[in-house]
């Protein structure tokens, strides 16, 4: 296990989500069990430097994934990433509490 930033693209888990952390597999790979609710999806796209940029898709009207602009990740330390902003002021801060080649698990702040 690490925690590092994960690169390509990860599906919501959403049945294994608990405790404020979200669960994602790997997207090409892990096989979902059908659902009405639609997945969310994270394409990351990370840097040398430990950062990177990160996509958000969502499903649309039709259930096809509509994606999102594509949003910096600025490190900050001890797993975290601010979502766009800045280090000190943050839009929104994500926690990589696992990255293994099969599960991402992050929390939201």
């Known amino acids: 296990m690490t925690r590092v930033l994960p690169s390509g693209s990860w599906t919501h888990s959403f049945e294994e989500d608990g405790a404020g952390i979200e669960v994602y597999r790997p997207t090409a790979t892990f096989?979902?069990?059908?659902?009405?609710?639609?997945?969310?999806?994270?394409?990351?796209?990370?840097?040398?430097?430990?950062?990177?940029?990160?996509?958000?898709?969502?499903?649309?009207?039709d259930d096809r994934p509509r994606a999102g602009?594509?949003?910096?990740?600025?490190?900050?330390?001890?797993?975290?990433?601010?979502?766009?902003?800045?280090?000190?002021?943050?839009?929104?801060?994500?926690?990589?509490?696992?990255?293994?080649t099969d599960i991402l698990r992050l929390a939201r702040h």
Do not use: C, H, W
Not at 38 to 60: C, E, I, Q, W, Y
Not at 72 to 99: D, F, H, K, S
């Open 31 to 61: 096989v979902f069990p059908p659902s009405r609710k639609g997945r969310k999806v994270l394409d990351f796209d990370a840097a040398a430097n430990g950062a990177g940029m990160l996509t958000s898709m969502v499903p649309g009207p």
């Open 69 to 100: 602009p594509a949003t910096a990740l600025i490190p900050l330390g001890m797993n975290r990433y601010a979502l766009a902003g800045t280090p000190e002021a943050p839009q929104e801060v994500i926690e990589i509490v696992e990255a293994a």
